[in-house]
């Protein structure tokens, strides 16, 4: 086995009381970083990306490395595996490249189709922990006991769906949601809210709707800043400009707030993406690690994706 990075890979979240560790699509890059020189000193022939969470892996290893890519797909269905673009010579020398090292057959029947190829195969994956049925030789994370992974790619898991649902429909799982003050309507000036209350209310409700954002959908869902108990009115203005949230969460009271209220409603419902009209609270919502968060600025219509600094990632809801 090969020495893990001694830098840190991979973010701890706590996602309504259960521990994932969140590696981005940065964190994938430094471990292929951090073994690119071992990797090439070894010769392989090729390296093998295990669809779909090896392939991002193998695809970075490859251009850093100059080492062929090839691909392994395997059908738990009918219990096969499908390999792609292999070396013609026989022996060759394979790396394979995988997310996880889990406690499944996948990795196990991937390889044992490699060798029956003619292969010699060594294993890189993400992560791996004391429950996993292969030990890796190269890898960037032991996880810790009870720690589960979470993937760029696994967002969409994270929502609630039907149990119907596949695991290859990823899209009808990313939930999608919407701050409505500077998003469906213009702001209110904040010092007016300070100076009278009751005139900004009034303000607020006789606003025209601004252009539809492109992402919105009839039935979307709504968390919004706005408290609860103006949730009549609010509901009367949504209705008058034709606009149909399935659901709209507003904050029950000022104890909290509103950019931590949001956040919350995002960890308690699974959302994978917000669409937040306000940069501090976008910044603060952003310390989500794993969600997609995206500053609107309603007069351009344009939206600025807000990256979470991995010194103010949120280990806490």
């Known amino acids: 086995m090969h020495t893990a990075p001694s830098f840190p890979i991979g973010t701890p979240v706590d996602l309504g009381g259960e521990r994932r560790r969140w590696f981005s699509y940065q964190d994938i890059e430094n471990i292929a970083l951090h073994h690119r020189r071992e ?3 070894c010769r392989y022939d090729a390296i093998v990306g295990l669809a779909r969470g090896g392939l991002y892996l193998a695809t970075m290893l490859s251009q850093m490395t100059g080492i062929a890519h090839a ?8 219990g096969t595996a499908h390999l792609h673009n ?3 010579h026989r022996p060759m020398r394979l790396l394979l490249a995988e997310d996880v090292a889990g406690k499944g057959h996948t990795l196990e029947r991937v390889r044992h189709a490699l060798e029956q190829r003619g292969a010699s195969v060594d294993l890189m994956v993400i992560c791996w922990d004391d429950l996993s049925r292969h030990v890796p030789d190269y890898y960037g994370v032991k996880l ?19 149990p119907e649902r596949t695991g290859h429909d990823d899209l009808a799982g990313w939930l999608t949601a919407f701050d409505l003050d500077g998003v469906f309507l213009e702001d209110v000036p904040v010092d007016l809210y300070a100076s009278d209350l009751q005139a900004a209310l009034a303000a607020r409700d006789n606003l025209p709707a601004l252009p539809a954002h492109p992402d919105w959908r009839s039935g979307g869902l709504i968390i919004s800043g706005r408290l609860e108990s103006d949730r009549d ?7 008058r400009h034709g606009l149909a949230p399935s659901r709209m969460l507003l904050r ?11 956040r919350r409603m995002l960890i308690e419902l699974g959302i994978t993406e917000y669409i937040e009209s306000e940069l501090a609270q976008a910044e603060h919502i952003a310390s989500l690690p794993h969600v997609v968060v995206w500053h609107y600025d309603c007069r351009d219509r344009r939206s600025r994706r807000i990256a979470c600094p991995p010194d103010q990632a949120r280990v806490h809801p």
Request: charge should be negative; avoid cysteine.
């Open 144 to 162: 810790a006991a009870g720690e589960r992974y979470l993937f760029p790619w696994e967002r969409s898991q994270l929502a609630h769906t039907s």
């Open 39 to 41: 990797v090439m000193a």
């Open 71 to 78: 691909t392994a797909y395997y059908d738990r269905a009918a």
């Open 252 to 262: 029950p009271s000022l104890d909290i707030a509103p950019a931590e209220f949001k």
């Open 233 to 239: 009115r609010t509901e009367a203005w949504l209705a």
């Open 86 to 88: 292999l070396p013609a």
